[in-house]
C-alpha cells in the first residue's frame, strides 16, 4: 500500500463498491466504499477504504431521531408515574384527614 509511506492523489472520489468491487477488493470490505489513488512516487494506482459522508450523515441522522422517540417515551412514562405516585399522595393525605 503505496498510500501509507508517500504521498497521492485522489483520482476516484470516494464511492461505493460494485457487486464485483465487494468481492474482488479487499479494501472494499472494511466500509463498503473506496477511492482509487495514485500514488506519486512508484506511479501506482491502488485503492483505499474510505468513509462515505452521505451514508455517515443519515446514520448520524438516524441515530438522533431514534434517540428522539426513546426520550419522549420515557418522558412519557415519567409524567405517567408522577401522576399516579400524585394519586397516592393525594389518597394518603385525604385517609388522614378523614381519621381526625
Known sequence: QCWLVEDFVVVQECSR?????VK??????????????????SKKDEFKSCRSAVLE?????????????????FAV?????????DRKALEKVRKQIESI
Do not use: N
Not at 463498503?32 to 489513488?37: A, L, P, Y
Not at 412514562?77 to 405516585?85: E, G, H, I, S
Open 24 to 41: 474482488t477488493v479487499v479494501e472494499c470490505f472494511p466500509t463498503g466504499f473506496v477511492e482509487k489513488i495514485s500514488c506519486a512516487a
Open 57 to 73: 450523515a443519515h446514520v448520524f441522522w438516524r441515530f438522533v431521531g431514534t434517540m428522539m422517540c426513546v426520550a419522549a417515551v
Open 77 to 85: 412514562l415519567v409524567v405517567c408515574r408522577q401522576r399516579v405516585l
Open 17 to 21: 463498491c460494485s457487486g464485483f468491487q
